[in-house]
């Protein structure tokens, strides 16, 4: 199996920036792909965005096109969002998730976009 271990939610203003980080350990050898999901309360989760781990080929949300941007670096395992620009209807929980294998989800990191 994998785990996933995110981090960097928090508070930001609007406009501001922030990156948040998702470690993979366990099975790694099976992920295919990974991304990033969001739920905003009331509403179900949404992709946002996902990565190919061996070519790093990218599909974004149209909501955050231009905005987010999705990395990774596979000689430590992680798995990158950078955020810019954001906007208070980007505050939601955060997922990472694998693609392959079993698949797996993070534990979820809260963002919060608000003066």
């Known amino acids: 199996q994998v785990q996933l271990v995110e981090s960097g939610g928090g508070l930001v203003q609007p406009g501001g920036s922030l990156t948040l980080s998702c470690a993979a350990s366990?099975?790694?050898?099976?992920?295919?792909?990974m991304g990033w999901y969001r739920q905003a309360p009331g509403k179900q989760r949404e992709m946002v965005a996902t990565?190919?781990?061996?070519?790093?080929?990218?599909n974004y949300a149209d909501s955050v096109k231009g905005r987010f941007a999705i990395s990774r670096d596979n000689a430590k395992n992680t798995m990158y969002l950078q955020m810019n620009s954001l906007k208070p209807e980007d505050t939601a929980v955060y997922y990472c998730?694998?693609?392959?294998?079993?698949?797996?989800w993070g534990q979820g990191t809260q963002v919060t976009v608000s003066l």
């Open positions: 366990g099975s790694i050898f099976s992920i295919y792909a």
């Open positions: 998730a694998s693609i392959g294998g079993q698949g797996s």
């Open positions: 990565i190919t781990l061996r070519d790093g080929s990218t």
